[in-house]
């Protein structure tokens, strides 16, 4: 018989009665344990304890991960997806991915462009980008969603200015999809005022779209075109889709 007595954080609990006995686990063996007088549990392996902590410890981090990623604005698609999960499909796709890459690893105050087909991967490298700079990933839609539920001055709990001013001044944004959405004339005042306070202020911009380079011309004022092409890099996905691909080789 033993007594033991366990320091916990707040002071000594009483003592408790038990013995050390055996345990059999399949997975680690033969181990001594102690085990509580009168307890009905069997007794438990200390390994198997440990990799059950570890994995609650695991599981809680991954947990505040993706809230994270979803504060961040990051789709669940691409939750566990990065620079280095993209697969090119082409010479072109592997040299942006290296452009792009050191891009985000440096972004400065440099604007980017990514256009061209759906499917290509720019809303991936676009997430990606996010990510690794702790930035905010947005789509158009859901940017001039936010703004406009600013106008209801019961429930908002911004106003406007202050939407604006955190979209003008955060340290890394993407706004991706720029091509949706009906509403043209609020996207070319509110994109075209992002882009040129953030030049102003020297943040950097991510810009994505399935669109082409002459549609972008049209959103965006003329001034904003003038600093895109100062400190702006394009980069066109021209490239076929990968998607129907993908569902080729799900039907097989
Ligand atoms: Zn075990």
Redo the contacts with the bound molecule.
């Keep these: 018989m033993r007594t033991c007595a366990i320091k916990q954080s707040k002071g000594y609990i009483p003592a408790f009665h038990g013995k050390e006995v055996e345990c059999v686990?399949?997975?680690?063996g033969v181990s001594r344990v102690m085990h509580l007088d009168g307890s009905t549990k069997p007794p438990e392996?200390p390994?198997?304890m440990q990799?059950q902590e570890e994995k609650k410890k695991r599981e809680k981090a991954e947990e505040r991960r993706k809230k994270h990623l979803r504060k961040i604005g990051i789709r669940d698609k691409y939750f566990n997806e990065s620079f280095i999960t993209y697969k090119p499909q082409n010479e072109k796709a592997a040299q942006y991915l290296q452009d792009l890459l050191a891009l985000a690893k440096n972004p400065r105050d440099i604007f980017v462009l990514m256009y061209g087909n759906s499917g290509t991967g720019k809303s991936h490298l676009a997430s990606s980008a996010a990510i690794l700079n702790n930035g905010i990933y947005t789509t158009w839609e859901f940017l001039d969603l936010r703004l406009r539920s600013t106008y209801n001055s019961y429930a908002a709990k911004k106003t406007e200015y202050q939407m604006m001013m955190y979209y003008c001044t955060i340290p890394f944004l993407v706004i991706d999809e720029i091509e949706k959405g009906k509403n043209e004339d609020a996207k070319m005042r509110c994109l075209s005022l992002i882009c040129r306070e953030r030049y102003e202020r020297n943040r950097p911009l991510w810009l994505a779209g399935n669109c082409n380079y002459k549609w972008v011309k049209t959103v965006l004022d003329s001034s904003v075109i003038d600093r895109l092409k100062q400190k702006g890099k394009s980069f066109n996905f021209f490239w076929e889709s990968y998607r129907p691909k993908l569902r080729e080789a799900e039907a097989i």
């Design positions: 686990c399949e997975k680690h392996c390994v198997c990799e």
